[in-house]
């Protein structure tokens, strides 16, 4: 952009400008003024010398005495001061003061001439060859007015006129520079006068716009200019006070959409983004300050959702729906409201996301475990009463039968016990852990040692052999009651899945990231499809032959909530046919339980 003139150019030249302007015209209008007053005072003088000798021109016409006339022209020129002409009808100068009337041209054609044949005064200026100078021609008519026998001109030259106008151009043109450089003093004044303030208010104004607006103005000229620096400190103080309001709430409204769990996704009328929070980020895999500017089919890809967000910018009122995202494995609870501008415009659309996937994930679960628990308490107890209502019909009578079927009814109710011990133990896991957990500084090694004399009868009735792979000198913090259960129950389902003559191996090491507890076996392994879902309560691989082994289907559920009270994970790695191995992972430093459950707020 072109760079801007200061402010003095535009005081300093107007001013200079008008004085000149002003001064041109002064100087034309006095030179004219001049030179017709002078004029007219010439052509009075000469007008006055005609009369005079008109007759005495007149007596030397009638008869015609061109040589008398002619030395009369001489004698007055000479006297007068001026020149003298008499010229005939035909144009013919019979008498002149300056010239041979032999040189001389028919003067019938020269306007002065003319107009006084016709009766009346003639006037003309005009430059005269013969004299060669500019001259004031005056023209007067002899004899009868109506048929003029002869013209009587006089004439005086105009240098003088010329010199003194040329005069009067200097002394004006003297008398203006002097004004302009007067008035050009007076205009650099009055200029910096103005410019210091505006300078200032100029300069506090640019801190405005670079949103310093902590600055005040202070402006000691009065009027206007102190006016308006009152006027800009009011409202730069008004600004500041809503800027800050502004981004305050701008502040609380980021920071409350970051917090926010859902999704929040707000769009304009033509669909492009103009809010994205974090939770929306990680929805749809992109980072708000990318995602916010572009079309929302650029960031989503779900056509489904596409077309609601589409139904809610066309209909105002509230809808919601429920969509599945990435093949099945995220679902949405979708809220869509119009929005709107202050003056109820519609704008646009906002759509608030809740990820449902735990909650459906947490209803099957739920919904699987009424059925699993309902079947197997169901299994035992439909086996009691049966035998019961046997010994009820006569069945008791008979001692070897009785005797079998009591010995039945006390294996289901052992099973049914078995059950309830096993649910209540993950309830009180579940519930507060604080409660049934003691954690202390404890040998690992010790832990793992008597996990494996447990289950050491149970390996030998199957012809198994447990091999022990772990320092003696292990030791972290842990529960050791817990700790030891997990262990029994990974060893006690390695058992019972494990053909006669095969291997157990309990391992376990440390390293950076903490304590890591492994049983492999060399058993049946575990399809892959099944990994995943293997430590949810009730769930089985092989349900008949889970019964069979007399598995509640809780034991690995048990061994995911005692890692989980000690803040570490369980996995298994298995090949189908050749076994699986089983890791529990314990972090080296247990946090109190106290934080655990109840987690400071962080900003």
Known sequence: MAAQRKLIWHIFLPVIGTILISLFVVSWQAARTVRQVYMDRQIEDLETRTFLVREIVGGYLSPLRPERLDSLCVALGSTLDCRFTVV??????????????????????????????????????????????????????????????????????????????????????????????????????????????????????????????????????PGELNRLAVALNTMAGELDRRIRTITRQHNEIRAILASMSEAIVAVDRSERIIRFNQAAAGLFGMQPDKAEGRNIREVVRNTELIAFIRKTLEHPEPRETEITLSEGHCSLRVHGTALQDSDGGKIGALLVMHDITRIKHLERIRRDFVANVSHELKTPVTSIKGFVETLREGAIQDPDHAGRFLDILAKQADRLGVIIDDLLKLSRLEKDPSAHAEIVQSSISGILHEAVLVCRDAAEKKQLEIEKDFGEELDGMVDPRLIQE?????????????????????????????????????????????????????????????????????????VKHIAEVHHGSVSVESVLGEGSTFSLHLPKKIPDFSERNHPRETE
Not at 189 to 204: E, H, M, Q, S
Not at 538 to 544: E, G, H, K, L, P
């Open 88 to 221: 005939l009808e035909s144009g013919r100068v019979i008498g002149d003061s300056h010239e041979s009337v032999e040189n001389m041209d028919i003067h019938r054609d020269r306007p002065e001439i003319q107009t006084a044949f016709e009766g009346r005064r003639g006037i003309s200026s005009r430059y005269s060859h013969t004299l060669n100078t500019e001259m004031l021609y005056v023209a007067v008519p002899t004899g009868d007015p109506a048929a003029p026998t002869a013209v009587i001109r006089t004439a005086v030259p105009l240098h003088g006129l010329n010199r003194s106008i040329r005069a009067l151009h200097r002394r004006i043109a003297i008398t203006g520079g002097l004004i302009a450089l007067l008035s050009g003093l007076f205009a650099l004044c009055l200029t910096g006068w103005i410019n210091k303030p505006i300078a200032r208010i100029a300069r506090v104004v640019e801190e405005f716009g670079k949103g310093n607006l902590d600055h005040r103005l202070y402006i000691r000229n």
């Open 486 to 558: 997990a262990v029994v129950n990974l060893i006690d389902n390695a058992v019972k899945y494990s053909e006669p003559g095969n291997r157990i191996r309990v391992s376990a090491s440390e390293d950076a990231e903490g304590i890591h507890i492994r049983v492999r076996d060399r058993g049946i392994g575990i399809p892959e499809k099944h990994i995943g879902r293997i430590f949810e309560r009730f769930y089985r691989v092989d349900m008949a032959r889970s019964r069979e082994l007399g598995g509640t289907g809780l034991g690995l559920s048990i």
